[in-house]
């Protein structure tokens, strides 16, 4: 198990906005995290990757993966948009930042395998005509491929994607699920990914967690598994 929330309660202020809550998350599966706007879904991603700390239960974050290697995670936030005009990066230095995040020295010089990784990642995401480009002047759903690209190149173990799709048309979206469901089924990764696009995925999907509202208040967990595999039909999900 790469990570999971036992009977975990957190809010902000006085006022629980997650309560009793209770996920795993295993190697090699596909997960979405669903329910209505303000249902406390980005709080969740970030109290799995211990962002947050819960008020009560317990928080655990495998520090190794299934080959007893540390733990990579990628995580691509909301608000990718929020980049402003002004932001000095080009697109390559952006894609590659996330690989000296994984050497012990920052100033030494990336292999021209992690090159090679970086340049893939963007082929991957249809950003590479953009490589040579400022950050600042792109539009929001470029910004939010470039930043899916860096956690493609990173190579994690768990990516945490917290609304990935935006900006993103239908056929571009398609591809991106298919792209995330490749990187499970050929590479052992995992995927945790909030979605409100689930009727375009369900046949992806190996689980789902619903994050429903408790009768006194705050959100409560609710796992369905989809136990047909990875290509359930639609009707099993709701």
Not at 30 to 53: D, E, F, Y
Not at 159 to 186: A, C, H, N, V
Request: glycine share 8%; net charge neutral.
């Amino acid at each position: 198990m790469l990570a999971s929330l036992q009977d975990v309660t957190f809010g902000y202020g006085d006022v629980p906005c997650l309560e009793k809550a209770n996920i795993e998350v295993h190697s090699g599966e596909l997960i979405a995290v669903t329910g209505p706007n303000g249902a406390s879904k980005s709080t969740l991603l970030k109290l799995a990757m211990q962002l947050l700390h819960p008020w009560e239960g317990k928080v655990t974050l495998s520090p190794t993966n299934t080959a007893g290697n540390k733990l990579v995670v990628a995580y691509v936030p909301q608000q990718i948009a929020a980049f402003n005009s002004g932001f000095p990066s080009q697109v390559t230095e952006f894609v590659r930042s996330g690989l000296h995040t994984q050497s012990s020295n920052w100033l030494r010089r990336l292999t021209p395998q992690a090159k090679q990784a970086a340049d893939e990642a963007m082929q991957s995401m249809g950003v590479w005509e953009l490589r040579n480009r400022r950050i600042g002047e792109l539009s929001g759903g470029q910004k939010q491929r470039i930043c899916i690209a860096r956690a493609l190149a990173m190579s994690p173990d768990l990516f945490i994607l917290d609304e990935p799709t935006t900006g993103m048309d239908k056929e571009s979206r398609k591809s991106f699920y298919t792209l995330m469901r490749e990187q499970i089924d050929r590479h052992g990764k995992t995927v945790l990914i909030v979605t409100h696009n689930l009727s375009e995925m369900n046949d992806m999907l190996d689980r789902m967690i619903t994050l429903e509202r408790r009768e006194e208040g705050g959100w409560k967990c609710c796992t369905t598994t989809l136990c047909s595999g990875h290509f359930a039909p639609a009707e099993s999900l709701h």
